[in-house]
């Protein structure tokens, strides 16, 4: 499965951005599609996910302000992003993982926070 991300940009501190992530499959194949993030010099890490039953789970570091969804006629998974903080600026991929299958990443999309 092919997965491309787009909507990140540059967005000052307390604003709000949506990530999208196309598929070129069924998301609902996956067992877990989920966002990572990864800024410079720092492991990448799930900032959210979403299970094929629908079932999210978050960071603590974005619960309350992040949002993952999904759109399964549009095979597009989203993250809904608000009250962006700088801490939040990070390179932020989209996974999707089915045990055995496959482990497919995209290529990422660039997030900017300015205080």
């Known amino acids: 499965v092919q997965l491309a991300e787009s909507g990140g940009g540059l967005v000052q501190a307390g604003g709000s951005l949506t990530l999208s992530c196309a598929s070129s499959?069924?998301?609902?194949?996956?067992?877990?599609m989920a966002w990572y993030r990864q800024a410079p010099g720092k492991q990448r890490d799930r900032v959210a996910m979403?299970?094929?039953?629908?079932?999210?789970n978050y960071a603590d570091a974005v619960k309350g302000r992040f949002t993952i969804s999904r759109d399964n006629a549009k095979n597009t998974v989203y993250l809904r992003m608000d009250s962006l903080k700088p801490e939040d600026t990070a390179v932020y991929y989209c996974?999707?993982?089915?045990?055995?299958?496959?482990?497919?990443w995209g290529p990422g999309t660039q997030v900017t926070v300015s205080s």
């Open positions: 979403i299970t094929r039953g629908g079932g999210t």
């Open positions: 996974n999707a993982y089915k045990p055995l299958d496959y482990n497919s």
């Open positions: 499959g069924n998301i609902l194949d996956p067992n877990v």
